[in-house]
Nanobody, 115 residues
Framework: QVQFVESGGGLMQSGGSLRLSCATSGVIFRIFAMAWYRQAPGQQRELVARVTSGGGTNYADAVKGRFTISGDDAKNTVYLQMNNLKPEDTAVYFC?????????WGQGTQVTVSS
């Protein structure tokens, strides 16, 4: 069964750090690139960071140098370490494969950054 279960969001002040976690099935984790997406109020969902099964990473320009995506094969879990958070990082964060599986979006985890 395909599932993406996100956790770790919260309310932080500008400049703070959070680590998001996403648990998924082993099949998805081994076959697809994994990615974190976010959706701010009134905005379209956007890809923030991706990691391939080989460990290669890519980041949106807005988060480059501040966010780090990583994966734990043994736990079938993908992480997003977010440092130096800014108010514009406020959004619901989702994980999914890349390309995404449209029928399997999870609930996401809310990240709110106050100035």
């Amino acid at each position: 069964q395909v599932q993406f279960v996100e956790s770790g969001g919260g309310l932080m002040q500008s400049g703070g750090s959070l680590r998001l976690s996403c648990a998924t099935s082993g099949v998805i984790f081994r076959i697809f690139a994994m990615a974190w997406y976010r959706q701010a109020p009134g905005q379209q969902r956007e890809l923030v960071a991706r990691v391939t099964s080989g460990g290669g990473t890519n980041y949106a320009d807005a988060v480059k140098g501040r966010f780090t995506i990583s994966g734990d094969d043994a736990k079938n879990t993908v992480y997003l370490q977010m440092n130096n958070l800014k108010p514009e990082d406020t959004a619901v964060y989702f994980c999914n494969s890349d390309p995404s599986l449209p029928d399997y979006w999870g609930q996401g985890t809310q990240v709110t950054v106050s100035s």
